[in-house]
């Protein structure tokens, strides 16, 4: 059986959280999938030839947290160092297993197998060469070539097995063979069916030590390949499946980096899947390990949810395609508005004039981010007063931002007219009776605090009535599934197009990393399922902070973009420059272009393969030389390291990219 015929929702249901089952494989002692809890993985960034740094390092990670430790082996030289790696580790008396990361080179991965507990392969590149050639496959060549890989690949499988080791089936989005590409496109269908020909293989051999991984730079890619091959698996065999290794390559460094980490491995997460993830980061891969705890923390614990009786639609056309989710234009929100971005002010401040000051103040320096929205909460009839105070302190400083205030039900008849949005609080039956009297002097926003079968109970008991929203939003524990079921359940009522309002507030006690992270899962996720038509997002800070961090989620998301989007990859033993400084030096000079792609990459190996759909490339060739790329053409080769950055502002020049950055404001006397 094959992906192409997979349709069905990969996890137990949309709607709960379930940990997708799985079985065990052993990593050395370290168990991943069945009950084990999510494992954490980094990698080193040393030159494997050289045995005091990596042991040095890897015995940082692993005093740091991280539960597994990758090595790249990019020949049988650093292949057959790994055995005095390991024995390094061992006599510091550190135990962590080890894996050898293999591309290209076969013959490397026979003799890591002979001294590291796993071993991960590249389906892309394996037995395939790629020189990004466009042909026609006819069945028969294309038999031949799957008959060629096997070939190559079967005595790996039948090493592993002998001496009881794990392997991964490592396919990235950025590095699929030719054939796959001219058969399948680069997709994540593509991805799929390149790892389940190894599969194939593994099986025949009766071996099952196996965990996959789809990892792309694209979160919205990531996601979909995984979710199909997890419904692949389905399938293919109905026994339990093969853990899950998730990751997004190429994140980055800083914010971006984590930002799109916590969208791609949280909102897998969020569906159940992922058992050992690994946080690619553009830094130190010891600070690596916090990322990762922290977003398998939030899962560590978690129990099963009830699974909610069926809404009665599906909540998303296709899971494994992102598509918006069609809306009506409401208020400059919804239809083909981008997704609006806004600030939560919190309680409405009772000195309207002094808040105002500060608002106008915060927002100045969003430069070109615009604010959209502002939002406030009302409890009471003075709380009211002060938020219609706010917003007439804010048009008189020149603020022109719309206003919404969110009270309780029991305060929606008085507030009909108070501010530009009116957003109704619904946490019980009388609050959903309510909604017959709440004020239509503009629009109105249904915001329920419940999830699982009461929210469907609440959703019906406010449509029942008769009212009908203009926007709807869900404050609930499990906001991921909770806004799922909700859109389910609006379009099985008729009401698929009502816009929806994502909202997050920073939990105050969580430190602010941890924050972060589940900000930008919780929105992160179901923007990339497609639903959102306003983000609002509180409590980081202030309203600058909130904004930006906002489009940062968006932009992470792919779905607006505000900044140059950076591709960079973490660095590894491959690596030709000090990849945290270049990226940084790259980033000086072209931060200020959005929507261009810059993929700043370690190695001629890889890199240009993986740098998928940058417009342009800057890899490292050799020794102190970089050679650029425009799309996935090399069009200056190994030109001085010191030069490249010079040569890449005038290839984004001639290619019509550039614009010049606008004067730093001059500092205030
Ligand atoms: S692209 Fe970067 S991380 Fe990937 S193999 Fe090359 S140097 Fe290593």
């Known amino acids: 059986m094959t992906a192409a015929g997979t349709n069905a929702f990969p996890a137990a249901s949309p709607y709960a959280w379930r940990r997708r ?18 494992r954490v993985q980094s990698m080193t960034t040393t030159d494997t030839l050289d045995t005091a740094g990596t042991v040095a390092q890897a015995e940082a990670l692993a005093r740091a947290g991280c539960e597994i430790v990758r090595i790249t082996a990019p020949g049988k030289r650093e292949a057959e160092n790994l055995g005095a790696i390991r024995a390094g580790l061992r006599e510091r008396g550190v135990d962590v297993p080890l894996v050898a990361d293999i591309h290209f080179t076969p013959g490397a991965a026979l003799v890591a197998a002979e001294h590291v507990e796993k071993v991960r392969i590249n389906p892309g590149n394996y037995a395939d060469k790629k020189r990004f050639e466009v042909r026609e496959y006819s069945d028969a060549q294309y038999a031949e070539e799957v008959a060629r890989v096997d070939e190559r690949f079967r005595p790996l499988v039948r090493r592993c097995k002998e001496l009881g080791r794990a392997m991964r089936i490592g396919t990235n989005h950025g590095s699929l063979s030719d054939r796959i590409m001219n058969r399948h496109g680069d997709t994540p269908r593509g991805m799929v ?19 996959f991984s789809m990892k792309a730079s694209n979160a919205q890619v990531a996601i979909q390949a995984y979710r199909l091959l997890a419904a692949a698996l389905v399938e293919r065999s109905h026994e339990a499946g093969y853990p899950f290794h998730v990751g997004v390559t190429e994140a980055g460094d800083g914010e971006d980096g984590r930002v799109k980490s916590a969208i791609g491995i949280g909102a897998l997460l969020e569906d159940g899947i992922g058992d050992t993830i690994r946080v690619s980061l553009t830094e130190d891969p010891v600070k690596e390990v916090p990322v990762a705890r922290a977003l398998a923390a939030r899962y560590d614990t978690r129990a099963a949810d009830a699974v909610p009786e069926d809404p009665g639609a599906a909540f998303v056309a296709d899971p494994f395609a992102h598509a918006r989710r069609a809306t009506r234009a409401v208020a400059s929100a919804g239809g083909d508005a981008p997704v609006r971005v806004e600030a939560d002010l919190g309680p409405a401040p009772p000195d309207a004039a002094t808040a105002a000051v500060r608002v106008g103040e915060a927002l100045a320096q969003l430069g070109d981010l615009a604010c959209e929205g502002l939002g406030v909460d009302a409890e009471d009839a003075e709380q009211l007063a002060a938020a219609t105070a706010l917003g007439d302190a804010l048009r008189k400083r020149g603020v022109d931002v719309p206003l919404a205030v969110r009270v309780p039900a029991s305060l929606s008849a008085d507030a009909a007219g108070a501010c530009d949005r009116l957003v109704v609080r619904i946490a019980d039956a009388a609050d959903a009776a309510r909604l017959r009297d709440a004020g239509a002097a503009g629009p109105i926003e249904w915001s329920f605090h419940a999830e699982g079968q009461d929210l469907l109970a609440l959703v019906d008991e406010a449509l029942d009535g008769g009212a009908r929203p203009d926007f709807v939003s869900v404050c609930a524990p499990r906001p991921v599934h909770a806004v799922r079921l909700l859109v389910a359940r609006l379009a099985a009522r008729g009401l698929a197009d009502v816009p929806v309002v994502l909202r997050h507030r920073a939990d105050a006690l969580a430190d602010p990393e941890r924050a972060l992270l589940a900000a930008a899962t919780d929105l992160g996720a179901p923007l990339c399922d497609g639903i959102g038509d306003v983000v609002v997002l509180g409590g980081f800070g202030g309203p600058a902070r909130d904004v930006a961090l906002a489009y940062r989620v968006l932009q992470g998301a792919r779905l607006r973009t505000s900044w140059t989007e950076f591709i960079s990859c973490p660095s590894c033993g491959r690596t030709l420059f000090d990849l945290e400084e270049t990226t940084a030096r790259i980033k000086d000079r072209t931060a200020h272009l959005p929507g261009v792609k810059i993929a700043v990459m370690g190695c001629i190996v890889n890199g240009p393969g993986e740098m998928a759909d940058a417009d342009f490339g800057y890899v490292g060739s050799g020794k102190g030389t970089v050679s650029l790329y425009v799309g996935q053409d090399c069009v200056v080769r190994n030109v001085p390291e010191a030069a490249a950055p010079d040569r890449l502002v005038d290839l984004i020049r001639e290619h019509g990219a550039w614009v010049d950055p606008e004067p730093a404001p001059e500092a205030a006397s």
């Open 21 to 38: 089952v799985t079985h065990e494989v052993r990593v050395g002692c370290i168990g991943i999938g069945g009950a084990n809890p999510i």
């Open 193 to 211: 069916e390149s790892a389940l020909e190894f599969l194939t293989v593994c099986e025949d051999e009766g071996y099952r030590d196996v965990v």
